[in-house]
């Protein structure tokens, strides 16, 4: 029997370039039209979609926004204004750009070391290996690693960033990323709800080409203290902008051995629904239609 939901008309927003990419869509829409709701899988860039129509729209898959980052913002403004957007604009443009990160630390969240290179300045980088990403973008694209002897190219691949008026971040190659990965922490409506262990293939010396770089996923039980680190930093954002419909938190283990905060996307974030099982999908579905 289909469970009763508040929303009728669902948009599971996606990217045409993403089309069957999202291991969470299946599950999703599979889980939403079993409680009876019409989720519809729509192109955030597609002219003749009316957005009024959906009684909900929620951002799932459009991975190539950071390509065409003035119009995706016009485009959620435009949204935001004839129907409920979920997560709400503030969040989303908040988390669009990895300066938050320094907020975060302010806070007293441990995240992994980083300096924020802005248009105009030179960086500086360390010993023993980097990584140079921007400060706006998703997937790990325009993202590469570097090793000693090589900073003339993470230099050549920072005046890249600067060029297209992106703040570059430069963190240290942290040597667990190589032997244990990272660990997404999802969160549903302001609770933490499931994890998941994943393996990224950052090129070195070569930046990501294409929506994401390859990853490896598998399931993760998360121990009281990634949870904790976790919920520390989903609290920033609590106090910011209230609970929200979904949250990950990207966690690392730093140069001290505890774990540290790497992203925190509210934007489009990958779920792991299949890495959650049952319980996530149904802890999804009902955060995504509940009022």
Same mark, same amino acid.
């Given at each position: ?17 993403? !089309? ?31 957005? #009024? ?11 190539? @926004? ?8 016009? $485009? ?17 443009? $908040? #988390? ?69 008026? &992106? ?5 240290? &190659? ?10 997404? /922490? ?5 609770? @933490? ?32 203290? !990634? ?11 609590? !106090? ?21 905060? /790497?992203?925190?996307? &509210? ?25």
């Amino acid at each position: 029997m289909a469970i009763e939901s508040p929303v009728q008309r669902l948009a599971w927003v996606s990217t045409p370039s993403a !089309q069957g990419r999202d291991p969470d869509e299946p599950l999703g829409i599979a889980a939403l039209t079993a409680m009876g709701v019409t989720a519809e899988v729509v192109h955030w860039n597609d002219p003749s979609v009316d957005w #009024s129509s959906f009684d909900r729209v929620v951002m799932r898959s459009p991975w190539d @926004y950071p390509d065409h980052l003035d119009e995706f913002l016009a $485009w959620i403004d435009r949204v935001d204004a004839v129907t409920e957007l979920r997560n709400p604009v503030p969040p989303m443009r $908040w #988390s669009l750009d990895k300066h938050y990160l320094a907020e975060l630390r302010d806070a007293g969240v441990p995240i992994t070391p980083t300096v924020f290179v802005e248009p105009g300045d030179t960086a500086d980088f360390p010993n023993g290996g980097w990584v140079v990403k921007p400060s706006v973008g998703a997937g790990s694209r325009d993202a590469a690693a570097y090793r000693d002897g090589q900073q003339e190219l993470a230099a050549a691949h920072v005046a890249r960033l600067h060029a297209r008026g &992106l703040t570059a971040l430069v963190q240290p &190659l942290l040597p667990a990323v190589a032997t244990e990965g990272e660990w997404p /922490m999802v969160f549903f409506g302001g609770r @933490y709800s499931h994890a998941a262990s994943k393996r990224v293939d950052l090129p070195v010396a070569g930046e990501v080409d294409g929506l994401f770089a390859a990853e490896v996923n598998v399931p993760h039980v998360a121990d009281p203290e !990634q949870i904790a680190v976790a919920e520390m930093a989903y609290e920033v954002v609590r !106090q910011r902008f209230g609970d929200l419909t979904y949250a990950r938190v990207d966690l690392v283990r730093g140069l001290d051995g505890g774990y540290c905060v /790497m992203e925190l996307e &509210l934007v489009e974030p990958s779920l792991f629904l299949v890495e959650g099982g049952p319980d996530a999908v149904r802890r999804c579905v009902e955060a995504v239609t509940a009022r």
